[in-house]
């Protein structure tokens, strides 16, 4: 800073100095601060770094505009000394804290990366000790002999740190220039070589009212080309970084929110005309001004609202649905969903939001909204918790895991009339939830493609408690495990069903299999080849669930099975009606002549066993004769040899 001297008063008098451009810089430090939290950034450990580059270049702004009024209206030497030392070295630790930016955006190894960092630290240490030491040594900002402060620029420890930064940030980018997107390089050389050039000239004039600017400018162009995430001039909407941002902010500060989900259910990409954007916009903020409107996706829209300021958001949502939503569907004919609910304190992050919608979609009915409650976000939270335990058993692969249970529904041979099969069934039990029975966890393993593990989990567990059984003497014909189709097409799949059952050191016929029908071709053709790999092993193979849905008979008949299961339903319609009675009939004498063992599932009463019987049966399973019993239980159904 250019200091002349007033020696009449031992004051200092700045002539060449102006605070307008600090003062002018302040205000683009809060702006800036103030733009990043309305667009909710994601907070990384780079863009933290970034924000503290714009609070040091605050306390910089802050700190040097002091001091001219402190130089004006004060003689306090030490409040000068202070103010003169929190100024250069805020702008030195800027410098510092700009390269270890750089250093994280390039992706330096680590030693490299370690050396830079020294490097950084060891220009600040030494020229900020130095600046801080100025009034003893006589370099930079100190009296001279007459007792007058005085200080040339060009010859600072500051100005001998600032150099040095600018080389080293310079060569970094020019170095590693390859490392940085070409657009980004180009515009960084640019502002650089604009700073260094305000500097020379502020120089030249004795000056440095633009001397902190000049910091403010690179920041200006990473905020823009890397952090920059607008908000959306069609709709007022931030897009799907800044929803995740405002998620994770909203689980830190443990935020009462209130969600309104709109998702247009259309098989092709919908972009919004700009007439339609601006009637949308409206129609949010005609009935909640405070809210925060997201666009993570095309076609997806989520108006997130304080619940504090807005206690009545529920009937507000249905009253805005109601009387205006309704109005403009009819007009546009957009297909839609509407989903509302409140407290998402288990939900941090956009994944988990997409799929809290997509499961309470579901449930929702096309054009029409529901709004969530307690007991659904319980439910969802069952889900969730059930799904993390799904994923741990399958990516963690043991064969043994001790979550997964078998249980196990005896069969009786009416032949015989001794139980000398049985059919593995599959439970769970978490630690938070209990026993989980298929009807919860199966959908979601099948989806998710947990189920091969669990599948191989349960072969492994059944096979060696065959083997047990035998070993104890018992009876035991066949076990059967259930099988998806989805499952058969796994890489290996044949592979390692034989290494599971030869580990255990039992029969391939003491295992059966379980299919249900395929839908489609690639499905028939897969269980088809499948099949005959097994018959060739020596396995029974069965087909599960016959008689539900639509049932192709010249394709069950092509695949060649042995057992075919009616299913439950089947033997129900038969028990109270004659013409079902009569198909039931029909299908069974078919099997039998086509040399097919018949099985009935869900006998339960002594008529129903009866009527089985009658139609055919070879074997029955049913809660007549056990419900599903630990698989370590079987041996009280059996005989011993």
Request: hydrophobic share 45%; glycine share 4%.
């Amino acid at each position: 800073m250019g200091l002349n001297l007033l020696l009449s008063t031992n004051h200092i008098v700045i002539h060449s100095y102006s605070p307008v451009a600090d003062f002018l810089l302040v205000v683009m430090c809060l702006l800036a601060l103030l733009l990043i939290r309305q667009t909710f950034i994601k907070q990384s450990r780079t863009f933290r770094i970034f924000k503290s580059c714009f609070a040091l270049l605050f306390i910089a702004a802050v700190s040097n505009i002091a001091f001219y009024y402190a130089d004006l209206f004060s003689r306090q030497n030490t409040l000068l000394w202070i103010l003169r030392a929190v100024y250069h070295i805020s702008l030195l630790s800027l410098f510092c804290l700009y390269i270890a930016y750089l250093k994280i955006l390039i992706v330096f190894p680590k030693n490299i990366g370690r050396k830079y960092t020294f490097l950084s630290f060891a220009i600040l240490v030494v020229t900020g000790v130095a600046d801080l030491a100025s009034p003893l040594t006589g370099w930079g900002f100190h009296q001279d002999h007459y007792g007058i402060w005085y200080e040339n620029i060009l010859s600072t420890p500051f100005m001998v740190g600032y150099l040095l930064y600018l080389a080293v940030i310079l060569f970094l980018l020019v170095c590693y220039r390859r490392r940085l997107p070409t657009a980004l390089f180009h515009m960084l050389i640019f502002t650089e070589t604009v700073c260094g050039l305000i500097v020379v000239m502020e120089a030249a004039m004795n000056t440095t009212s633009f001397l902190a600017t000049t910091y403010f400018l690179p920041l200006l162009v990473v905020l823009y080309m890397l952090h920059a995430n607008a908000y959306d001039p069609k709709t007022g909407a931030l897009g799907s970084t800044s929803l995740d941002e405002y998620l994770r902010q909203q689980r830190q500060t443990a935020q009462d929110t209130y969600y309104l989900c709109l998702r247009f259910d259309m098989d092709f990409e919908y972009v919004m005309t700009e007439e339609m954007g601006k009637l949308f916009y409206s129609f949010w903020t005609d009935y909640f001004r405070k809210g925060m409107l997201f666009n993570p996706s095309t076609s997806f829209f989520v108006l997130a609202v304080d619940s504090h300021n807005v206690p009545d958001a529920t009937e507000r949502a249905v009253s805005l649905i109601k009387k205006v939503f309704q109005k403009y569907y009819e007009e546009y004919k957009l297909p839609y969903k509407l989903v509302l609910f409140d407290h998402l304190d288990f939900c941090e992050n956009l994944e988990q939001f997409y799929e809290v919608f997509n499961y309470f979609s579901e449930k929702v009915a096309q054009n029409s909204y529901r709004v969530f409650g307690e007991e659904d976000y319980q439910t969802y939270k069952e889900m969730h918790y059930i799904k993390s335990q799904l994923k741990d058993i399958a990516e963690h692969g043991s064969l043994d895991d001790e979550r997964v249970l078998v249980y196990c529904q005896p069969v009786r041979n009416v032949h015989t009339g001794t139980y000398d099969t049985a059919e593995s069934l599959m439970r769970l039990r978490l630690p938070q939830t209990g026993l989980v029975f298929p009807d919860r966890f199966i959908p979601l393993a099948e989806k998710y493609g947990y189920i091969h593990r669990l599948s191989m989990i349960i072969l492994n567990k059944t096979c060696r408690q065959i083997k047990q059984m035998q070993d104890e003497g018992y009876q035991i014909s066949r076990v059967s495990v259930n099988l998806s189709v989805e499952e058969l097409g796994e890489k290996d799949f044949m592979e390692e069903f034989k290494s599971i059952v030869r580990a255990a050191g039992i029969d391939f016929h003491t295992i059966a299999v379980e299919f249900t029908e395929s839908q489609n071709d690639t499905e028939y053709e897969l269980v088809q080849e499948c099949v005959s790999e097994f018959k060739q092993l020596g396995v029974c193979t069965y087909l599960d669930d016959f008689g539900t849905g639509y049932s192709n008979f010249d394709r069950i008949l092509s695949l060649k099975l042995d057992v075919v299961k009616f299913d439950r339903s089947l033997l129900l319609m038969a028990d109270q009606d004659a013409n079902s009675r009569f198909m039931l009939d029909y299908f069974s004498t078919a099997f039998e002549r086509l040399g097919y063992k018949v099985l009935y599932e869900g006998v339960e009463t002594d008529a129903q066993e009866e009527l089985c019987i009658i139609s055919h049966a070879d074997y029955l399973q049913g809660y007549k004769f056990s419900k599903p019993i630990p698989i370590e239980e079987l041996p009280r159904f059996l005989t011993r040899g």
